[in-house]
């Protein structure tokens, strides 16, 4: 049972170049999340998805996008990456949102814009 | 103001010490409230969970909830060097079913052997 699984574990990228980050889940859970987290910043919901098909935005939705056409996969895209946008992302996942569940983080993609 | 406030630390105890991790927050509505411990280059891991007021406790571990001050707090006794990572608390409204949590800045806590 790998849990939530994020890659890549690092990466750079230039200014403007685009990427998505990788996020899969095997708990058959229906919520996923992506989260960024700067240095003494906490974290901060980017987006979060309900279900396949289903995303909304979080507070920090600007230059990413996501999509969930499966329960399993999460992704997020970075389009014209900016240096704004260097962070460490975690992808989270829980049995429905509500009620106190367990929100389960991966380990999280250290992206670095240069 | 943010809505939720933690003192970022580092705070360094010796092993063996009573340790107090505290968060301040604004929202009335925040009726879930969770302690999350993060190690060095890894992700948050649920540590405490406690709904609305009161104190919950787990071997070392206990969590209280003042809501009349908007005050919550994780207490660790007889530390380890094991306990030594980054205490986030976090919280989120009664209604919300979206699991949306708003997280406090993070405190460092170092237990020196």
């Known amino acids: 049972n790998a849990g939530v699984t994020q890659t890549p574990k690092f990466r750079i990228l230039k200014i403007g170049q685009s990427m998505t980050l990788q996020c899969a889940q095997d708990?058959?859970?229906?919520?996923m999340y992506w989260y960024r987290q700067d240095p003494g910043m906490g974290l901060k919901l980017i987006y979060y998805?309900?279900?396949?098909?289903?995303?909304d935005k979080g507070e920090v939705p600007n230059g990413y996008n996501v999509s969930r056409s499966t329960t399993e996969d999460f992704p997020l895209r970075l389009e014209l990456a900016a240096p704004s946008q260097t962070s460490v992302y975690f992808c989270a996942s829980s049995y429905n949102g509500g009620t106190g569940n367990t929100i389960y983080f991966g380990e999280g993609s250290w992206l670095t814009v240069v | 103001q943010k809505e939720v406030e933690q003192d970022p630390g580092p705070l360094s105890v010796p092993e063996g010490a009573i340790v107090s991790l505290n968060c301040t927050y604004s929202n009335s509505a925040f009726q879930y409230f969770m302690w999350y411990r993060q190690y060095s280059r890894k992700g948050p891991e649920l540590l405490m969970y406690?709904?609305?007021?009161g104190n919950k406790e787990d071997g070392r571990f206990t969590a209280q909830v003042d809501k009349s001050s908007k005050y919550i707090s994780l207490f660790i006794r007889d530390s380890q060097p094991s306990d030594s990572a980054t205490y986030l608390c976090a919280m989120r409204p009664g209604s919300s079913n979206t699991g949306k949590l708003i997280f406090g800045q993070g405190t460092t806590l170092q237990v020196k052997p």
């Open positions: 406690t709904y609305s007021s």
């Open positions: 998805s309900v279900g396949a098909g289903i995303t």
């Open positions: 708990m058959n859970h229906n919520y």
